[in-house]
């Protein structure tokens, strides 16, 4: 059975940093299956970051803000966030490809005020 579970969200103040985590389960681990997206109300959800081999995907809006990385004996991915802004704010979401199946974490909520 598949888990992800994600966690670091909070309340944090335009500027702040925070750092997520996102711990799996129940698949062979690859940090190029995994990803990072978000969802704020009203819109739709959006990739945030991904790697891919030799390469790593940022949304443009966080391009210089966020770094994506892992650890494939733990399971555990991570997305470090800096000089986080109001509109950052969004349930933040681990997804896992597994063939070709998509997997969602819970979601942990990051909320920056200003």
């Known amino acids: 059975q598949v888990q992800l579970g994600e966690s670091g969200g909070g309340l944090v103040q335009a500027g702040g940093s925070l750092r997520l985590s996102c711990a799996a389960s129940?698949?062979?681990?690859?940090?190029?299956?995994m990803g990072w997206y978000r969802q704020a109300p009203g819109k739709q959800r959006e990739l945030v970051a991904r790697?891919?081999?030799?390469?790593?995907e940022y949304v443009d809006s966080m391009k210089g803000r966020c770094t994506i990385s892992g650890d494939n004996a733990s399971k555990m991915i991570y997305l470090q966030m800096s000089s986080l802004k109001p509109e950052d704010t969004a349930v933040y979401y681990c997804?896992?490809?597994?063939?070709?199946?998509?997997?969602w974490g819970q979601g942990t909520q990051v909320t920056v005020s200003s």
């Open positions: 997804r896992a490809v597994v063939g070709t199946k998509i997997y």
């Open positions: 129940g698949i062979v681990f690859s940090i190029y299956n």
């Open positions: 790697a891919t081999i030799g390469n790593t």
